[in-house]
DNA sequence: TTAGATTTGTTAAAAATTTAACAGCTATTT
DNA sequence: AAATAGCTGTTAAATTTTTAACAAATCTAA
């Protein structure tokens, strides 16, 4: 398949999580028009995209939800799912690890770290919690690929440099200083702020 | 001055927090190039955003930071400052208070609202936690503005009718249940397993 | 069985956003 | 003081993303 744009990437991670939701209430197919309401979208936005990722509706019928989500699947998840380190037991590491807790995706938080002893070596809904000092070791051992961090701003790039010699494939930085790519790592940050700043000057004007 | 385009606006926030950053380590000036590395985007991008909001550098010299951080703060702050109130005293809650706390910018948490007796009535880092019953009362009282709606995710739509009826003008939605548009309020939402889904998207291929 | 109403799938057009190109200014060097 | 190098500001081009337009398929109902 040509390569998908970024957007529609994004919307696919969205549309699984509406479709899951929809199957949950017992449907068991939609119309574009129903996911575009439900992400406030456009229909015709829901439907390039499904037309981009191969897939085809049934006339007057909509689109198969399970299939949908099955296919949705086999774009985004990886084959064994993708494994994933928090690091910093805050409020915020805590936030994900509850968010992610039972949602069955192929996500999988599979280790936490943090360097305050009151944090280390307990479990968090299913998560455990080592010293920052075994990560290499932790990270080949449970074979992970991605990291959160949700340190204090000051380790966070100290940090990367350690996860990309640890051979870490992503990184979503919650930390308020950017991150310098690193070659071979894809980065994707995310600031609340900015967020919160987009809606106060829409509000405004 | 005319319309920003959205983009820009986002990027803006960035930009002054880098400012903020780069103005803390004694710097006075900056370079496209410099703001465009700490960011990960180019220069070009940089002295584009700059141009349409009408501020001009030096040449040879590069920008003034703490000029450019008042007029960043001219276009994207209310005179007043936007009044936020946090609705969910969990972890996410407690992140963004966390956040924000002794940050200065003119986004200011005045209230927290939750419906667990164990969070009501406490002050966590000066914010202090309502009971929901009182949440047209204090809106109103201190002027709040935009809401933050860190809840469960069952109680977000009823949630969100409720602050439009109590004259809301922006939510920002970290429930992972879309809302829909509501007239006269703007919605934004953010989704963290769409970040990590983009990630793992990426690292695959 | 024909007309009408829906809804998909696809191509084309429009809009938004990013990138490139480059002219012009300023400091520095020779 | 002339040449050079470094940056900005701006217009134009390219790319990406969204929206529109509409043909084709399917059901409903007259
Ligand atoms: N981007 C956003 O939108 C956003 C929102 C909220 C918070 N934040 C940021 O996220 C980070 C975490 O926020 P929080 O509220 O959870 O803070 P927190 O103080 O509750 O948690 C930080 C955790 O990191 C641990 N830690 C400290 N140094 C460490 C290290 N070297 N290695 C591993 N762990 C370490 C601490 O022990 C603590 O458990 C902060 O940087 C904060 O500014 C960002
Ligand atoms: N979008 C994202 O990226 C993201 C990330 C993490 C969590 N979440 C979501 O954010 C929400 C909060 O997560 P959390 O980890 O803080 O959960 P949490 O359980 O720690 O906190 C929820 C809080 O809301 C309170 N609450 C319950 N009903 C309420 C009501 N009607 N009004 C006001 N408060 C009420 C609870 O008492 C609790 O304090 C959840 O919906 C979670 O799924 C989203």
Do not use: W
Request: aromatic residues 8%; proline residues 4%; charged residues 30%.
């Amino acid at each position: 398949m040509k390569r998908l744009p970024d957007k529609t990437v994004e919307r696919l991670s969205q549309y699984r999580r509406t479709l899951n939701n929809q199957l949950a209430k017992g449907k068991t197919h939609i119309f574009s028009h129903e996911i575009a309401n439900l992400l406030h979208i456009t229909p015709v936005q829901v439907r390039r995209d499904i037309m981009l990722i191969g897939y085809s509706g049934t006339l007057r019928k909509g689109y198969d939800i399970s299939e949908m989500i099955e296919l949705i699947g086999t774009i985004i998840d990886t084959d064994q799912g993708v494994r994933i380190a928090v690091i910093g037991m805050g409020n915020l590491g805590k936030a994900f690890i509850h968010y992610m807790y039972e949602k069955r995706t192929k996500l999988k938080i599979v280790a936490a770290f943090d360097v305050n002893p009151d944090k280390i070596d307990k479990s968090y809904e299913d998560v455990y919690c080592y010293h920052l000092d075994k990560l290499e070791e932790i990270m080949i051992e449970k074979e992970i690929s991605v990291a959160i961090i949700a340190t204090p701003p000051e380790v966070a790039s100290p940090l990367a440099d350690r996860l990309k010699e640890a051979g870490i494939r992503g990184i979503l930085n919650y930390t308020p200083r950017p991150l310098s790519p690193r070659e071979g790592v894809y980065l994707e940050e995310h600031d609340m702020i900015t967020s919160l700043e987009k809606v106060a000057y829409f509000v405004k004007n």
